[in-house]
């Protein structure tokens, strides 16, 4: 199959699929109306920034009169957004992506679960402030819901004693200090993978999809960008939004800065995570007034990413980070599952015979992710933050780990606008 057949046809597939899941999700445009019989929320007053026509987003640029033929190395959503507005402007976008599948770090769980249920490998919850996130889904028509239940109670497990806190109590507050309350935080109906999937659609001629760059070289003219197929690319410009992690998987000619061999050989610490889900066939959580979700000091959160769909079945799922995420990663699945289960039986009953399917998803694991996403000390933050988005020459960097929303697709895509917009200002001053 040639190349843009399979594109097009991994982008029908994503949308097939998108389409399907909204069928079964939520027939209305009422948040009220959707799902496990939530109640009406103050979503009703949504927390999109206005946009005064559909073309606006944040990153809009003016039509270039000096097109350029630009490579993009990366189709999550620093590479998308940058290559959407790029390529509106008028100029040549070519996106090479190791994987055979877009959004990177949004990553939706499409296939792996019954019953047509999906629950987030990475990217899941928005907050209401982050207004770049939230203008490209208003831009792409996406709808939000809320993200947090509102209804039946959250369990807190603190050294294997539970309490239960109510919906209210627990959604008036922030997650953690400084964030916006839970009550605040949203999802993209259908899956956050929705969101990259927009930005695929228009750019699916321009995507080319397991094409893993191995090596990039500048001279005065140009840039050579080479793929393990083999493949050859000719730009005026490259932008790479590879994590900092795997970035070294590419050889640079000349070498990259000091401090960006530095950053990628292990000098700006990331955050590790890996997340185990077990969907049951009954929801049983519910005979206690439980919602599924709760907290542990593991340190673990616990998410019933199913909470508002109708099926009787129903995924939890553990949330590790950090050192928790390590210590799972050392396990075999069955010691995985073991010790996650042994922790959740601290509220819920009996659960093994309902089981129908355990997943581990781990982002260290990932070879074209490394890790999670940027969590760099303070040091390393003075030393090296100013050098990881400054171009080198022809090459040109975006990413979360180039902005100053680390873990954040609200991060993401500032990047990848201030890259975009370095790019096109070179012609169009
Ligand atoms: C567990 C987890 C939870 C998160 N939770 C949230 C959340 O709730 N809300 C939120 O807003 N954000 C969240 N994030 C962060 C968000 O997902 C990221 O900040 C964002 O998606 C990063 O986008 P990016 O373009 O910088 O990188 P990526 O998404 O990693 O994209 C980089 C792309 O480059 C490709 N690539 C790598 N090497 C090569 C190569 N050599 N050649 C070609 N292509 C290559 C990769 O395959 C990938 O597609 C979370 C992330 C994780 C992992």
Redesign the pocket.
């Known amino acids: 199959m040639d190349k843009s057949n399979y594109t097009k046809n991994l982008v029908n597939q994503a949308r097939r699929k998108f389409l399907k899941q909204s069928l079964v999700m939520c027939s209305s445009a009422s948040i009220a109306a959707c799902g496990g019989g939530s109640t009406p929320t103050q979503l009703a007053t949504s927390p999109l920034p206005p946009t005064t026509n559909s073309n606006d987003t944040p990153g809009i640029l003016t039509e270039t009169s000096a097109p350029l033929n630009i490579v993009i190395?990366?189709?999550?959503?620093?590479?998308l957004i940058a290559g959407y507005e790029l390529l509106r402007a008028g100029h040549q976008v070519t996106i090479?992506?190791?994987?055979d599948r877009?959004?990177?770090?949004?990553h939706t769980l499409y296939d792996t679960f019954e019953n047509g249920q999906f629950a987030e490998?990475?990217?899941?919850?928005?907050p209401s402030n982050?207004n770049l996130?939230l203008s490209y889904i208003e831009h792409f028509e996406l709808n939000i819901d809320p993200f947090y239940p509102r209804t039946n109670n959250y369990f807190n497990i603190q050294n294997n004693v539970s309490s239960i806190i109510s919906a209210q109590e627990y959604i008036n507050q922030p997650p953690w200090p400084g964030s916006v309350n839970r009550s605040d935080f949203y999802k993209i109906r259908g899956g956050m993978a929705n969101l990259p999937l927009a930005l695929a659609n228009s750019l699916s001629d321009n995507i080319v999809y397991a094409?893993?760059?191995?090596s990039v070289q500048q001279s005065n003219e140009n840039v050579v960008i080479y793929t393990r197929n083999n493949e050859q690319y000719l730009a005026d410009r490259v932008l790479c939004?590879?994590?900092l992690p795997?970035l070294n998987?590419?050889s640079f000619t000349p070498p990259l800065s000091d401090q960006k061999t530095l950053a990628s050989n292990g000098g700006y610490d990331y955050t590790d995570?890996t997340?185990l889900y077990t969907q049951f066939s009954e929801r049983f959580w519910l005979a206690d007034n439980l919602n599924g979700w709760g907290d542990t000091n593991w340190p673990e959160e616990v998410w019933q990413p199913t909470w508002d769909s109708g099926e009787s079945s129903g995924i939890i799922q553990s949330y590790l980070r950090d050192t928790t995420a390590t210590e799972i990663d050392s396990f075999d699945m069955l010691q995985q599952i073991e010790s996650v289960h042994t922790r959740w039986q601290h509220v819920f009953p009996q659960f093994e015979d309902i089981i129908i399917r355990n997943h581990v998803h781990s982002?260290q694991k990932e070879i074209?992710?490394g890790s999670?996403?940027a969590s760099p000390t303070n040091t390393q933050n003075v030393a090296l933050a100013s050098h990881i988005g400054l171009a080198e020459g022809r090459v040109h960097f975006?990413?979360?780990?180039a902005s100053q929303f680390h873990?954040?697709?609200?991060?993401?895509i500032a990047?990848?606008i201030r890259a975009a917009n370095e790019i096109h200002n070179l012609t169009n001053r």
Request: charge should be positive.
């Open positions: 190395i990366g189709a999550g959503m620093s590479g090479l992506e190791a994987r877009f959004g990177g770090r949004v490998a990475g990217a899941s919850r928005i982050h996130t094409s893993p760059v191995e939004t590879v994590p795997v998987k590419i995570s997340r982002w074209w992710t999670a996403y975006a990413g979360e780990h873990g954040w697709i609200q991060g993401a990047s990848g």
